[in-house]
């Protein structure tokens, strides 16, 4: 199954690494703002969501300044990717992560989800129905070349009561690593 546009988001239940922010485990619930969650597939090693750190924090402060929830979510596999294992996730949230950060060690919400790659966002409303979904901005490795924020103009849409002009792209980064 593959989360598009118009459908409802599976519910989830996932311990959080971010000691700062959230409690120890979260449902969409708990992440969903006034006016709808934004959901961040990601991990600590892949280079793109590497490079778009600096992006992911800025744009899940100006989320919780518009009333819109903020997570991401590792997916990944720790055995192969040992950077992705929960003391690696930790580790990373204590360098200033503004949001929660959930581990999906089963890898039940990606697959419930249909995440491909490392950063996918899906951004919801407060019915929890998808409202966008694909990649962040046009470069994810290189901030300095961004010409589209796909996921603010949805955002900016969202909050303006219409729908985005884009609610579907092509995610840009590293597959989901599946357990074998």
């Not at 778009?52 to 518009?66: K, Q, T, Y």
């Not at 903020?70 to 929960?86: A, L, T």
């Not at 407060?126 to 589209?148: C, F, H, N, W």
């Not at 729908?163 to 840009?172: E, F, G, L, M, N």
Request: net charge negative; aromatic share 6%.
């Amino acid at each position: 199954m593959s989360l598009e546009p118009g459908m409802t988001a599976p519910d989830f239940h996932l311990p959080n690494a971010n000691a700062n922010h959230g409690p120890d485990a979260m449902n969409l619930e708990a992440a969903r703002g006034e006016h709808g969650t934004i959901v961040v597939f990601e991990c600590n090693h892949c280079p793109y969501v590497v490079a778009s750190v600096g992006r992911l924090n800025a744009m899940a402060e100006h989320a919780a300044s518009v009333g819109v929830g903020f997570v991401g979510i590792n997916s990944n596999d720790p055995v192969v990717y040992e950077n992705d294992s929960w003391e690696h996730m930790v580790k990373r949230t204590e360098g200033g992560m503004p949001y929660p950060y959930l581990h999906d060690a089963e890898q039940t919400v990606a697959t419930a989800w249909g995440a491909e790659r490392t950063p996918e966002v899906y951004l919801l409303n407060a019915a929890d129905e998808v409202v966008y979904r694909g990649r962040m901005d046009d470069s994810p490795k290189d901030p300095g070349q961004v010409t589209v924020e796909d996921l603010r103009a949805a955002l900016d849409a969202m909050l303006s009561g219409v729908a985005p002009a884009v609610d579907r792209t092509q995610s840009i980064g590293c597959s989901v690593k599946w357990k074998a």
